[in-house]
Every structure is written in C-alpha cells, then in structure tokens.
C-alpha cells in the first residue's frame, strides 16, 4: 500500500459526505443544492438561509478539520507520541482562555486580532505542557497527564471568567463548546488564507520530519537545526490550532483521531502523513458537524459539534491507548521533594492556620460600610456554617481521594477529576435533572454514586488487559472523563433548564448548603476517612508496587478495586453537595509531601488538612472578594490549585535543570 492511499480514499469520501452534510442541514432538493453551491442566485428565504447558513457551515468543518488534522500530525509526527494532539497537549484550550479573556477585556481588538490572541494561548499552553514534562516526556504518557492537567487549568480560569456574567456570555459559551454555526462567509474568508498558509509552511518540512524518525541524535549528525526545526514544526502546528480554535471554538479529538487513520490506512511519509491527516480531519469534523445538525433537528436547543467530536473521539483515545502503551509510559513520577519526616511545627502550623481560616469564613465579610468583624447575627450564622461544612468536608474528601487514587496508579498527576470519576457524577446528576425536570439540588447522592461507579467499573474493565496498569488506569480514566464532558455538554444543550444556574452549580458552589448537606456530607467522609487509616499498610505496600504487596499477603486484585470504589464514592459525595471540585484531590497530596508526608498514614492526615483548608479559603474568596458577586468555591479552589500547580511546575524543572 502506497502513501497516496489513504490520501486517494480520504479525498474521494470528502464530496460525497460533503453532499451528505448539506442534505441533512437542509430541506431543498438535491438539484437546488447543487445549483446553489456553483453559484446560482437564491430564490426565497430557504434558499438564501442554505447559501449564507448551511453551505459556509460545511465550508468551514472542512477548513477546520484540515487545520486541525495537519496540527495533529506535526504534533504527532515532533513528539513521536501517536497521543500527541491541540487537545492532549493542551494547546486548544490555551487559544480558548486566550480568546475568552481577551474577548472580556478587549471585544473590539480581539474581533481584529484574535487568531494572533490565540496563537499565545496556545503557545503558551504547549510550554507548560514541555515543563511539567520536559522534551523526552513529550513522547509518552507524561505529555497525555501533563496536558489535561494544563487542560485543567485553563479550564478553571475560563470558567471563572465566564461566570463573572459578562453580556459576552451567552456567545462564549456556545462557541467554548466548538460551534461551527455560520451567519454569512466572513469565518470562511478570515481563515482559509490562513490554513492554506500553514500548509504551505507544513509542506516545506518533509526533510525535517523525516529525519526526526531517526531520532534526535541522528537528525544532528545530518546536519540539522534541531532546535531551530522544532520550533518551527511546533509553530505551524500550534498555528493551525489556533486559527481553528478562534474560527469555530474548541473541538478536541479531531487532531488526534485523523493522523492515526492516516497511518493506518497506509501513510508512510511525512508529507504524506499530513495530507492524508488533513483530508481525514475534514472527512472527521464533516461527519461530527452532520451529527450535531441531525441531533439540532430532534432537540430543543443547539447540540454544539464540539461534544460530537468527543463521541467519537474518546473512544478511539481508549482504543488507540490500549493498543500503543510503550515500556516507558509505566515510568513512576516522583513527588514533591520534602523533608523525609513531617515536623511538629509544620503540623501545628497548618492546624492553626485552618482554625484561622475557619474563624474567618465565620466572622469576617464585607458589608455596605466596608469589611466587618466579629459574630454574626443568628440568620447569618444559620447560613454560614452549613457553606464552612460543607466546604471543610469536601476538601478533605477529595484530597483524601486524590491520595487513595495516586498511591494505587502510583501516579502523582492522578485525581477523581483527572479520572474521569468526577464527571461520571456530575453527568449522573445533570442527565437526570434534564431528563426528570428537576433542579440537580434536588437528586441525592446515590445518583453521583452510581455515575461514579459508572465510571470505576469501565476503568476497571478496558484497563483489566494491562492488569490495571497505571498508564491504562490513567489514559483511560482521561478519556472517558472527555467523553462524559461532551455528553454533559449535550444535556445542558436539550435541557429545559437555565444553563447558566447549571454552569454555577458546575463550578462547584455551596450557595444552597443546608445543614443536612453539611452533616450528612460530613459524616460520610469522616467514615470514609477512619476506614482509610485502618487499611493504610495497605496503601504503603500497594505504592510500592504489586510483587512487594502480594509478597506481603496484600490480596491486590481484590484491595484495589475496592480502594478506587471508596475514591470514587468520596467524589461522588462531594459532588453531590456541591458539585464538581478540581484540583483538591490533586495538589493536597502534593503539598503533604512537601511538607514531609511520605508514610501512608501522614500523607492521609496532612492532605485531609490542606485539602479542607484550601476549600474554607476558596469559600471565603469567593464570597468576599467581588462581592456583592459570589464565586463558587471549587471555581476558586481551581484558580488557587491552578496557580500554585504552576508555580510548582516551574520550581521543580528549574530544580532539575
């Protein structure tokens, strides 16, 4: 089979689902159509609707789908990670913070320049992804966990901003979930020039890519500027990324999925690879965009292309996951560098200061005449120490399932949200909201459990071909966390009600805590937590790795499932209360190393500590900081984790260089 296969394929499938696409966006006849598309005037407002609506509309998933499927073959084809992608390393959600922020700050110069606006975005998205993981790290699992935590972040930033209730909002929205819907032929004109110019550079690189499949050191001795050719590659990539991000908004999994079709059908070459990965991008965002306008015509509201593209992605993620792990992806991350010991001072430290933080939440607010210190009235206090509950206990219950889940896939970047058991929840309960017409304050936790379960009992089972290995446990829990996002997407899409509630609810508020919640939560962490410390020799031996556990007498293949079933029943409770919390679960941990926590037992006592004070202090900023707007407490503690994962990023790689 020759490289011009999957090219010939690709291209001769393009016009007909191209004909396909603009049948099921319209009720014309097939004649008219056809007619329309080479130019013949409009007769009536149907015709005119097809001409300006419908057929830029498909003009524009072909644009982008090429932009993004030969983004994800140079990204591929640099890192030689057949993972690599805008979406897994993180370089589509840097162009959509950039946009979303710039767009707040300044609509009319970000109207002007935005693809330039989110070329930073995206630019600076793959630099952080390089230094969670350094060069080498680009071409395995680290840049896959490195991205969705970069992926995390951004996220958490957009979703403040978009909570703030900009008069941007509504259009935010819609295109952050990767809207191809067109008014006239202005994207199409703004980003054709632009993807063409990309491909004209990608198409100058064939030497350059052919010799980086030598290798590094090889590419060198023939005389290459390594460095200077990356950078290069790269920038076209992130180039092409941006320009589709900034046309259409956020669609993953297309630049990912197409140049693994391409090589599998038949593409050798480099410059082959990239003409086939663009024609596959075009025949992929083609079908999505179909299945989104065929949904359009069955629901109640916009099914945006963004959350199709993730139907069909995540799987194939899973698929291509089970079947190109290498060696290296098994590789352990190390923690934080600490002390070998936690020290009594640091301990009483961080309990006083959560006592400190606590007495805060409690007595300390800003008010018509400024900040105002001491008890509050009886109505106050009766709703304030529901919210400081509620808040103390959900950190605690993520940061103690962040640590359950990193010791078992011996994993530092694994948590409930990076899992994918977080969104297994909150699916659950948005679904059910959306399909009975109730409010998801109104569902109990044996929902989010259920959905969480869910979630742990397909990670168990696609994983079981690995033996639960920590890359297969961790790509997969990412991919379905992907997948169950595209399909929340779809329910607040047909849902009857108000996205924007549902959205503040998604970012994790304790705005209706009641003291119910806050005792029930409460209580079920805090058993949860006592069982925890009973089994923590299991933890200890299990971290080190299953021939040391089973020569210990530890039964892994039946400690395990049933430690990750306690993990995913401490997010789904959480989420429950108060909805989806990011970050806690993942940076608590963390912090308890550093602060010398490497025993089982310390690091459980110390993250449970850090993660309900990290949750008290984003409470109270959120409530207090724009007020009279509140801020949910987990958009917070996102934001907080966010920068202070950042900052720890670049500590260690400088520590390292």
């Known amino acids: 089979m020759t490289a011009r296969h999957p090219l010939t394929g690709g291209l001769l499938a393009l016009p007909v689902l191209l004909f396909a696409h603009l049948l099921t966006s319209t009720d014309l006849p097939a004649d008219r159509i056809i007619a329309l598309a080479f130019a013949a005037p409009p007769e009536g407002f149907a015709e005119v609707r097809f001409l300006y609506a419908s057929l830029p509309r498909a003009a524009m998933a072909v644009i982008a789908g090429i932009a993004l499927g030969v983004a994800g073959s140079l990204m591929q084809q640099v890192t030689q990670n057949r993972l690599a992608s805008p979406l897994t390393l993180g370089a589509a959600s840097g162009a959509w913070l950039a946009t979303v922020a710039a767009t707040l700050v300044a ?220 060696a290296a992806d098994h590789a352990v991350y190390t923690l934080p560098v600490g002390p070998a010991r936690p020290s009594v001072a640091r301990l009483a430290t961080l309990v006083l200061g959560t006592a400190l933080l606590a007495a805060a939440a409690l007595t300390v607010a800003p008010g018509e005449l400024g900040w105002r210190i001491g008890l509050p009235n009886e109505l106050i206090w009766s709703l304030r120490w529901p919210r400081l509950l509620v808040a103390l206990a959900a950190g605690v219950g993520m940061a103690l399932s962040g640590l359950v889940l990193q010791r078992l896939i011996r994993n530092p970047l694994a948590s409930p949200d990076i899992l994918g058991m977080s969104s297994g929840a909150t699916f659950a309960l948005v679904a059910t909201a959306m399909v009975a017409g109730v409010s998801v304050h109104e569902i109990g936790p044996v929902v989010a459990l259920g959905g969480a379960l869910a979630v742990l009992v397909l990670l168990l089972l696609l994983s079981r071909r690995h033996h ?147 949750m008290i202090a984003s409470d109270w900023i959120g409530r207090t900081a724009l007020h009279p707007m509140q801020l949910p407490a987990g958009t917070v503690a996102s934001l907080l984790g966010g920068v202070y994962f950042l900052a720890l990023v670049v500590r260690r790689r400088g520590l390292s260089s």
């Not at 965009?289 to 799987?315: H, K, S, Y």
């Open 468 to 614: 639960h290995a920590p890359a297969t446990v961790a790509l997969t829990g990412i991919s379905l966390a992907a997948l169950l996002d595209a399909l929340v997407k779809v329910a607040l899409a047909t849902g009857s009600q108000d996205s924007f509630a549902v959205l503040t609810w998604m970012g994790g508020s304790t705005y209706r805590a009641n003291p119910a919640t806050a005792l029930t939560l409460s209580a079920v962490v805090g058993i949860i937590g006592i069982g925890l410390w009973l089994v923590r020799r299991w933890l200890t031996l299990i971290a080190a790795g299953d021939p040391v556990a089973l020569a210990r007498g530890v039964p892994v293949r039946v400690v395990r499932p049933a430690l990750m079933a306690i993990a995913a029943a401490l997010a789904a409770a959480v989420v429950a209360a108060m909805g989806p919390v990011g970050f806690v679960g993942l940076l608590s941990p963390h912090i308890a190393a550093m602060l010398g926590a490497r025993r089982a037992a310390d690091q459980l006592a110390l993250s449970a500590l850090v993660g309900g004070a990290l």
């Open 107 to 326: 609509p009319a110069y970000t109207a002007a320049h935005g693809g330039w606006i989110s070329m930073a975005g995206a630019t600076l998205a793959f630099v952080l992804v390089v230094g969670i993981t350094g060069l080498r790290g680009l071409a395995g699992l680290q840049a896959v966990l490195g991205g969705m935590a970069v992926n995390l972040v951004f996220g958490a930033i957009a979703g403040a901003l978009v909570l703030l209730e900009s008069p941007y909002f509504a259009h935010l929205f819609v295109w952050g979930a990767g809207d191809l819907g067109q008014n006239g032929w202005n994207w199409v004109t703004w980003s054709l020039p632009r993807v063409a110019a990309g491909l004209a550079v990608a198409a100058c690189l064939g030497r350059l890519l052919a010799l980086l499949r030598l290798g590094a050191e090889a590419a060198e001795g023939r005389g290459m500027a390594l460095a200077s050719g990356l950078v290069i590659a790269m920038g076209v990539g992130l180039f092409l990324t941006a320009t589709a991000v900034t046309a259409v908004g956020l669609v993953g999994f297309i630049g990912l999925i197409a140049p693994n079709i391409a090589r599998r059908l038949g593409a050798r070459t480099p410059i082959g690879e990239l003409l086939a990965s663009g024609a596959w991008g075009a025949l992929l965002l083609l079908f999505a965009d179909a299945l989104a306008v065929g949904l359009n015509l069955v629901a109640r509201d916009l099914i945006p292309t963004g959350a199709t593209a993730a139907l069909m992605g995540a799987p194939a993620l899973i698929v291509l996951m089970r079947r190109q792990l290498h």
